[in-house]
Protein backbone atom coordinates (compact mmCIF):
# COMPACT_ATOMS: atom_id res chain seq x y z
CA UNK A 1 0.00 0.00 0.00
CA UNK A 2 1.37 3.51 -0.94
CA UNK A 3 2.05 6.25 2.40
CA UNK A 4 -0.95 9.14 1.55
CA UNK A 5 2.15 10.91 3.07
CA UNK A 6 5.35 9.82 1.48
CA UNK A 7 8.54 11.75 3.16
CA UNK A 8 10.17 14.52 0.60
CA UNK A 9 12.62 13.30 -1.30
CA UNK A 10 15.71 16.13 0.12
CA UNK A 11 17.97 17.03 -3.60
CA UNK A 12 21.55 17.80 -2.05
CA UNK A 13 23.17 19.67 -4.52
CA UNK A 14 26.63 18.56 -6.75
CA UNK A 15 28.88 20.91 -4.36
CA UNK A 16 31.77 22.01 -6.64
CA UNK A 17 35.10 21.00 -4.68
CA UNK A 18 37.86 23.75 -3.92
CA UNK A 19 40.42 24.06 -7.01
CA UNK A 20 43.84 22.06 -6.09
CA UNK A 21 45.76 25.71 -6.03
CA UNK A 22 43.34 26.58 -3.35
CA UNK A 23 44.23 23.91 -1.01
CA UNK A 24 47.60 23.62 -1.75
CA UNK A 25 47.89 27.08 -0.83
CA UNK A 26 45.24 28.13 1.44
CA UNK A 27 44.89 32.25 0.95
CA UNK A 28 42.58 34.03 -0.66
CA UNK A 29 44.09 37.63 -1.52
CA UNK A 30 40.59 40.53 -1.48
CA UNK A 31 41.84 43.25 -3.79
CA UNK A 32 40.12 46.17 -3.86
CA UNK A 33 41.49 49.48 -5.93
CA UNK A 34 39.52 52.36 -7.19
CA UNK A 35 39.49 50.61 -11.07
CA UNK A 36 40.99 47.19 -12.31
CA UNK A 37 43.78 48.96 -14.61
CA UNK A 38 45.60 48.91 -11.38
CA UNK A 39 45.63 44.99 -10.45
CA UNK A 40 48.14 43.79 -12.66
CA UNK A 41 51.23 44.76 -10.69
CA UNK A 42 50.08 44.04 -7.36
CA UNK A 43 48.90 40.49 -8.72
CA UNK A 44 52.14 40.33 -10.01
CA UNK A 45 53.30 41.10 -6.42
CA UNK A 46 51.51 38.33 -4.13
CA UNK A 47 51.90 35.96 -6.77
CA UNK A 48 55.80 36.46 -6.32
CA UNK A 49 55.12 35.65 -3.06
CA UNK A 50 52.85 32.20 -3.29
CA UNK A 51 49.51 34.21 -2.84
CA UNK A 52 48.18 32.56 -6.02
CA UNK A 53 44.39 32.70 -5.33
CA UNK A 54 43.13 36.40 -6.34
CA UNK A 55 39.54 38.05 -5.32
CA UNK A 56 38.73 40.64 -7.16
CA UNK A 57 36.14 42.51 -6.18
CA UNK A 58 33.28 44.06 -8.06
CA UNK A 59 33.55 47.33 -5.43
CA UNK A 60 36.26 47.94 -8.08
CA UNK A 61 35.26 49.02 -11.31
CA UNK A 62 36.20 47.42 -14.86
CA UNK A 63 36.23 44.06 -13.24
CA UNK A 64 34.58 42.52 -16.25
CA UNK A 65 36.45 44.63 -19.18
CA UNK A 66 39.68 43.22 -17.30
CA UNK A 67 39.25 39.92 -15.85
CA UNK A 68 40.41 38.42 -19.13
CA UNK A 69 43.43 40.09 -19.97
CA UNK A 70 44.38 39.09 -16.44
CA UNK A 71 43.56 35.35 -16.77
CA UNK A 72 45.59 35.26 -19.79
CA UNK A 73 48.33 36.99 -17.82
CA UNK A 74 48.45 34.69 -14.45
CA UNK A 75 45.88 32.22 -15.67
CA UNK A 76 49.43 29.50 -15.37
CA UNK A 77 50.33 30.47 -11.87
CA UNK A 78 46.90 31.77 -10.32
CA UNK A 79 43.20 31.20 -10.22
CA UNK A 80 41.28 34.85 -10.38
CA UNK A 81 37.80 34.54 -8.65
CA UNK A 82 34.88 37.27 -8.60
CA UNK A 83 33.98 38.92 -5.09
CA UNK A 84 31.37 41.16 -3.74
CA UNK A 85 28.81 39.58 -5.66
CA UNK A 86 25.48 40.13 -4.67
CA UNK A 87 22.98 39.59 -7.81
CA UNK A 88 22.32 36.30 -10.01
CA UNK A 89 23.03 38.38 -13.18
CA UNK A 90 26.59 39.39 -11.87
CA UNK A 91 27.24 36.15 -11.00
CA UNK A 92 26.52 34.99 -14.59
CA UNK A 93 28.84 37.91 -16.11
CA UNK A 94 31.12 36.70 -14.02
CA UNK A 95 31.28 33.65 -14.88
CA UNK A 96 30.70 34.19 -18.41
CA UNK A 97 34.00 36.52 -18.14
CA UNK A 98 35.81 33.50 -16.48
CA UNK A 99 35.99 33.34 -12.64
CA UNK A 100 37.21 30.53 -11.19
CA UNK A 101 35.18 30.95 -8.54
CA UNK A 102 32.15 33.46 -6.62
CA UNK A 103 32.46 34.80 -3.81
CA UNK A 104 29.79 36.67 -1.50
CA UNK A 105 28.91 39.26 1.01
CA UNK A 106 25.28 38.13 1.28
CA UNK A 107 23.99 34.21 1.49
CA UNK A 108 21.80 34.35 -1.98
CA UNK A 109 20.66 30.41 -2.70
CA UNK A 110 20.13 31.86 -6.45
CA UNK A 111 24.06 33.25 -6.58
CA UNK A 112 24.81 29.80 -5.63
CA UNK A 113 22.82 28.04 -8.10
CA UNK A 114 23.94 29.76 -10.73
CA UNK A 115 27.36 28.76 -10.04
CA UNK A 116 26.97 25.29 -9.23
CA UNK A 117 24.45 24.53 -12.23
CA UNK A 118 27.93 25.29 -13.87
CA UNK A 119 30.62 23.56 -11.77
CA UNK A 120 32.12 26.89 -10.75
CA UNK A 121 33.33 27.06 -6.18
CA UNK A 122 31.35 29.54 -4.87
CA UNK A 123 32.11 30.76 -1.43
CA UNK A 124 28.82 31.96 0.04
CA UNK A 125 28.94 34.81 2.74
CA UNK A 126 27.09 34.85 6.35
CA UNK A 127 27.45 34.91 9.58
CA UNK A 128 24.77 33.33 11.64
CA UNK A 129 24.29 29.67 12.10
CA UNK A 130 21.03 30.06 9.86
CA UNK A 131 22.92 31.98 7.52
CA UNK A 132 25.90 29.66 6.88
CA UNK A 133 24.15 26.65 7.22
CA UNK A 134 21.92 28.03 4.00
CA UNK A 135 24.82 28.76 2.15
CA UNK A 136 26.06 25.22 2.88
CA UNK A 137 23.27 23.53 2.06
CA UNK A 138 22.62 25.19 -0.92
CA UNK A 139 25.93 23.64 -2.51
CA UNK A 140 28.71 26.37 -1.54
CA UNK A 141 32.19 24.75 -1.87
CA UNK A 142 32.67 26.50 1.59
CA UNK A 143 31.10 29.35 3.71
CA UNK A 144 32.71 32.86 4.55
CA UNK A 145 32.06 33.73 7.73
CA UNK A 146 32.19 37.86 7.05
CA UNK A 147 33.02 40.04 9.41
CA UNK A 148 35.48 37.43 10.75
CA UNK A 149 36.61 39.22 13.14
CA UNK A 150 33.45 39.61 15.32
CA UNK A 151 33.13 36.16 16.16
CA UNK A 152 36.57 34.65 16.30
CA UNK A 153 38.53 31.60 15.20
CA UNK A 154 36.38 29.31 17.94
CA UNK A 155 33.16 29.53 15.52
CA UNK A 156 34.26 26.59 13.56
CA UNK A 157 33.50 24.21 16.24
CA UNK A 158 30.84 25.29 17.34
CA UNK A 159 29.27 25.26 13.79
CA UNK A 160 30.37 21.96 13.44
CA UNK A 161 28.10 20.88 16.28
CA UNK A 162 24.93 20.96 14.72
CA UNK A 163 26.92 21.07 10.89
CA UNK A 164 29.75 18.83 11.27
CA UNK A 165 30.57 18.52 7.35
CA UNK A 166 30.35 22.20 6.95
CA UNK A 167 34.08 24.15 5.21
CA UNK A 168 34.56 27.17 6.88
CA UNK A 169 36.73 30.28 5.20
CA UNK A 170 37.01 33.20 7.77
CA UNK A 171 36.69 36.96 6.13
CA UNK A 172 37.03 40.70 7.01
CA UNK A 173 39.26 41.84 9.57
CA UNK A 174 42.02 38.35 9.17
CA UNK A 175 45.51 39.65 9.84
CA UNK A 176 48.47 37.07 9.63
CA UNK A 177 48.41 35.80 12.80
CA UNK A 178 44.30 35.52 12.76
CA UNK A 179 44.93 33.48 10.08
CA UNK A 180 47.18 30.75 11.37
CA UNK A 181 44.72 30.23 14.54
CA UNK A 182 41.73 30.11 12.14
CA UNK A 183 43.87 27.60 10.43
CA UNK A 184 44.58 25.74 13.19
CA UNK A 185 40.99 25.49 14.09
CA UNK A 186 40.20 23.99 10.73
CA UNK A 187 39.66 26.73 8.25
CA UNK A 188 39.73 25.69 4.81
CA UNK A 189 41.49 28.66 3.74
CA UNK A 190 41.53 32.31 4.82
CA UNK A 191 40.27 35.48 3.09
CA UNK A 192 43.17 38.44 3.56
CA UNK A 193 42.51 41.82 2.60
CA UNK A 194 44.01 45.02 4.20
CA UNK A 195 46.10 43.69 6.58
CA UNK A 196 48.03 41.30 3.31
CA UNK A 197 47.59 44.15 0.74
CA UNK A 198 48.27 47.49 2.86
CA UNK A 199 49.44 50.78 0.57
CA UNK A 200 49.81 48.53 -2.60
CA UNK A 201 47.05 50.65 -4.35
CA UNK A 202 48.41 53.92 -2.76
CA UNK A 203 52.09 53.61 -4.05
CA UNK A 204 53.24 51.37 -1.46
CA UNK A 205 56.49 49.13 -2.11
CA UNK A 206 55.31 46.16 -3.60
CA UNK A 207 58.86 44.49 -2.57
CA UNK A 208 57.06 44.58 0.82
CA UNK A 209 53.64 43.33 -0.57
CA UNK A 210 55.48 40.52 -1.91
CA UNK A 211 57.56 40.03 1.68
CA UNK A 212 54.22 40.06 3.52
CA UNK A 213 52.35 37.59 0.86
CA UNK A 214 55.49 35.34 1.71
CA UNK A 215 55.08 35.57 5.29
CA UNK A 216 51.35 34.83 5.33
CA UNK A 217 51.83 31.99 3.12
CA UNK A 218 54.34 30.16 4.83
CA UNK A 219 52.59 30.73 7.90
CA UNK A 220 49.35 29.40 6.76
CA UNK A 221 51.27 26.45 5.13
CA UNK A 222 52.83 25.56 8.72
CA UNK A 223 49.19 25.56 10.42
CA UNK A 224 47.22 24.00 7.68
CA UNK A 225 49.95 21.00 8.14
Known sequence: MTSRNPMPTTVTPLRPRPSRLLLDTRVIAVLRATHAVEYEPVIEALVGGGVKS????????????HLPALR????????IGVGTV??????????????????????STGIIEAAVSRGIPTFPGGLTPTELHTGWAAGGTAVKVFPASLVGESYISMLRGPFPGIQVIPSGGVGIDDAVRWMKAGALAVS???PLLGDAFAGGDLRALTERATRLAAAVAEAAA
Not at 72 to 79: C, K, P, S, T, V
Not at 97 to 103: E, F, N, T
Open 54 to 65: IELTLSTAGVFE
Open 192 to 194: VGG
Open 86 to 107: TTVAQAVEAIEAGASYLVTPVT
Open 72 to 79: ERFGADAE
